[in-house]
């Protein structure tokens, strides 16, 4: 089972830009479907955007043309990088992939 290890997120005015990252380290995540999801106050949590093996990606219909996913499969890393961030996007934020979770970033947009 993969140990997944979050870094970046913090805060930001609306508009900016935040980007996270999400490394695998145990078992490679080369071969599986990696996603993050975030999770607000008292809502439950939501697939925000996944990407395939091969590069596939799906994004919720609140993120798209903001959020970009990406992968780096020989560093067994996943990015998602965020635009035009709006306070909506504040949540915690969770990369998995397989029956794995990481720990969670916390990302807040506020003015």
């Given at each position: 089972?993969?140990?997944l290890v979050q870094s970046?997120?913090?805060?930001v005015q609306p508009g900016g830009s935040l980007s996270l990252s999400c490394a695998a380290s145990g078992?490679?995540?080369y071969f599986g479907l990696v996603a993050w999801y975030?999770?607000?106050?008292?809502k439950q949590r939501e697939l925000v955007a996944q990407i395939s093996t091969g590069g596939n990606t799906n994004y919720a219909d609140s993120v798209k043309g903001r959020f970009t996913i990406a992968r780096d499969n020989a560093k067994d890393t996943v990015y998602l990088q965020m635009n035009?961030?709006?306070p909506e996007d504040t949540a915690v934020y969770y990369c998995h992939a397989d029956t794995s979770w990481g720990q969670g970033t916390q990302v807040t947009v506020s003015s």
């Open positions: 089972q993969a140990q970046g997120g913090g805060a078992t490679s995540i975030r999770q607000a106050p008292g035009s961030l709006k």
